[in-house]
């Protein structure tokens, strides 16, 4: 069974301010005594699409959490439908699925979870540069190294915090999004964390697939940067740029069957059964 996914009935909520995308800000905090030509600046802000993100904050900027999420969705003009979702019982869950897109996959899917589960919310797992928008403060939890000291201190914390709650958790265990290998769209191997707080703090494990994937343009670079030897993600530059090109299309996902939390004995190790999470979610897009 198929369901289309509501963006609808989003409760306003204002805030103080709203965080802009400034790109001469950024290099200038950065980079204070770099001199970065003007042509540089100018293709930067046209690759992250300031002008076009900025004129969205504009209007939507009062809006936080989940509303937020639903006037995204509502932006691109997306059309997502979901299998398995309605098959679920109440429960506390860990959303595992994979990372095709880097945005558009991880809010399509933490919506669809939400207008299940209303009564108790969701919270992603994300990196702290999406944090630094104010608006996905509210069901965002920053894990990756970004931040300063006190915050990678803080992590276990907030971590312990999040899956202790009654809120759902929709994570992304690869960190990246896929890349092209040899030809072939995969998705990275899985981190074990997810394994871990799930056992520990008594959440069933739902593994999720979401169709879709990015340019070819995106899978070349990543491939180039990697035969270089270059270290510098630089086609995360790019994310934003893909994200715009998926406008008005059609995205699917697929939610599995959960998998009790006492499931994940010491048969195998914590890496082991990441990565057969991993191969349950994969299986799902035969679906």
């Not at 069901?139 to 201190?153: A, L």
């Amino acid at each position: 069974m198929k369901e289309e996914i509501n963006t609808t009935d989003s409760q306003d909520k204002n805030t103080n301010s709203t965080t802009y995308v400034d790109v001469r800000e950024v290099l200038r905090s950065k980079a204070p005594k770099a001199k970065v030509p003007g042509f540089v600046v100018r293709y930067l802000e046209h690759i992250v699409h300031q002008k076009e993100i900025n004129e969205f904050l504009a209007h939507k900027g009062h809006l936080y959490g989940i509303d937020f999420v639903k006037a995204v969705i509502e932006y691109f003009d997306l059309q997502i439908t979901t299998d398995g979702l309605e098959d679920l019982p109440d429960g506390r869950y860990t959303f595992a699925g994979n990372h095709p897109l880097g945005a558009i996959d991880g809010l399509s899917t933490g919506l669809a979870v939400y207008n299940k589960f209303p009564q108790r919310g969701i919270k992603f797992l994300s990196n702290d540069i999406l944090t630094g928008l104010i608006n996905l403060r509210p069901v965002f939890v920053p894990v990756n190294k970004v931040g300063n000291k006190s915050q990678k201190r803080s992590l276990p914390e907030r971590l312990n915090e999040a899956y202790a709650s009654e809120e759902q958790m929709v994570i992304f265990p690869a960190g990246l999004c896929a890349r092209r290998i040899k030809g072939e769209i995969c998705e990275l191997p899985w981190a074990k964390s997810f394994i871990q707080k799930s056992v520990e703090f008594k959440r069933d494990v739902v593994p999720v697939w979401f169709e879709g994937k990015n340019s070819n343009f995106f899978y070349n670079l990543a491939n180039i940067r990697t035969t270089l030897g270059i270290k510098t993600n630089i086609e995360m530059l790019y994310l934003a740029d893909e994200l715009f090109k998926q406008k008005s299309k059609v995205f699917h996902i697929v939610y599995g069957k959960p998998i009790p939390w006492q499931y994940f004995d010491t048969s195998k190790t914590q890496q082991e059964w990441a990565a057969w999470v991993r191969e349950q979610a994969v299986a799902l897009s035969q679906k």
